[in-house]
């Protein structure tokens, strides 16, 4: 990629940072917030459930929406909103509130990934893609991770609610990066991007340059998702669906099991949660070579691999009582994740190249959304049998997900 090229792919990294960020860093701080708001612990996972559905349900949305009218346009509007919506999340008095809000805010922030990888897939070639979209990955979820240390870290000097206007000030600086991205509203889909800024090549050939979009049509939308989700590449977004009822199922609830089985504070919560965010960004900067060496479908099984390992690691933890388990297990989780939810973007962009904010918007649809659901399932799992039965039960869905993956995913 050029020096142009990577100061897009690092802005638009930012700009999912805050999205990733904005809800992450809320798992650490939920025991403080059920104690503000007089509620049970595992009540409050509904918040992380109200903000992961919308988000998860309006990328596809999203994605066709900035195919329609410009990415970067529907970028300065979505990242403004979610800035706001984030600050007025501070104010909520009870859980009823928050979890309106929570909902707002995943409205806003719900085509934040989906536009962010149709533009850098837009913007560099076919060859650079792969390593393009794990970086702009890597950079986000590295959000996840690190929102969790300074969530936890806020939570205990000033409360929850400063944490919420910090990451709503995060969303202002981000909405300040995009805006100096509108002139590739002018190329958007036309090509990759030279040092100048300017479209100039045919590796984004496939999608539509700004004088040739179609306007967005909510029937036409609805009947092409439905094709484009149940045809050829279904495979590809049902991996997407376990994905982010394991990966972000299991993520969702370690603030919670770092506090209650380990006795961790939210501080020291969140900083052992860090490990995910340091871990998505180095799987982000090496899931490009991975692929060189082993395939896309390698580079998905390394993935589920390492988080087969975080389940067991997580285990151990419960076991013993232990957070040191814990620690490489977030680690571990962390690159699992960018391994295999970049790759499936990847794959999706050759479904339909002339709509790839709507194939991509796709995968996140089924990661997000499978991720609120993950966290019902997970609640379930622990009323259950505890946090031994969670780990377990992801553990043995991962490796079904790995067997599934090696048989249907598309050999490239």
Request: glycine letters at 16%; proline letters at 4%.
């Amino acid at each position: 990629m050029t020096p142009t090229q990577k100061k897009i792919v690092v802005t638009l990294g930012f700009c999912g940072l805050v999205s990733a960020a904005d809800n992450w860093f809320v798992s650490p701080a939920l025991p403080a917030i059920a104690q503000t708001l007089a509620i049970a612990p595992a009540a409050a996972t509904i918040i992380l459930t109200a903000y992961l559905t919308p988000y998860g349900l309006l990328q596809p949305v999203c994605g066709a929406i900035g195919d329609a009218v410009g990415r970067v346009r529907l970028l300065c509007i979505i990242v403004a909103g979610l800035a706001v919506s984030t600050v007025l999340c501070a104010a909520a008095p009870t859980l009823e509130a928050l979890v309106v809000a929570r909902i707002v805010t995943g409205c806003f922030a719900a085509g934040i990934i989906s536009v962010n990888q149709s533009l850098v897939g837009s913007v560099v070639s076919e060859e650079d893609r792969q390593g393009a979209v794990g970086l702009l990955m890597g950079i986000t979820f590295t959000g996840q991770g690190l929102s969790a240390g300074l969530g936890g870290l806020i939570c205990d000097l000033v409360g929850w609610r400063a944490a919420f206007i910090c990451f709503g000030v995060l969303g202002a600086a981000a909405w300040l990066g995009v805006r100096r991205l509108r002139y590739l509203d002018e190329t958007d889909g036309a090509g990759t991007v030279d040092a100048a800024g300017a479209g100039v090549s045919a590796a984004g050939a496939g999608a539509v340059g700004s004088a040739e979009r179609e306007p967005f049509r909510p029937a036409a939308f609805l009947r092409h998702a439905a094709q484009i989700l149940f045809g050829p590449g279904r495979a590809i977004y049902f991996v997407a669906f376990t994905t982010g009822i394991i990966f972000l199922g299991v993520y969702g609830f370690m603030g919670t099991f770092l506090a209650e089985r380990c006795g961790l504070s939210s501080t020291q919560a969140g900083l052992l949660m860090m490990f995910y965010g340091l871990a998505c960004l180095t799987g982000g900067s090496i899931s490009g070579r991975i692929g060189e060496a082993r395939g896309q479908r390698g580079v998905i099984a390394v993935g589920e691999t390492s988080g087969v390992i975080a389940t067991a690691l997580l285990a151990a933890s419960t076991i013993t009582g232990s957070w040191m388990p814990a620690l490489p297990a977030a680690a571990c989780l962390g690159l699992g994740y960018i391994l295999v939810q970049p790759t499936l973007v990847s794959f999706s962009m050759d479904i339909d190249p002339s709509h790839t904010g709507l194939c991509t918007g796709l995968i996140g649809l089924g990661v997000f959304a499978g991720g609120g659901i993950g966290s019902s399932l997970g609640g379930l799992a622990i009323t259950g049998g505890g946090y031994l039965a969670l780990w377990t039960i992801a553990g043995v869905a991962l490796v079904a997900q790995a067997i599934a993956g090696a048989r249907f995913l598309p050999r490239k």
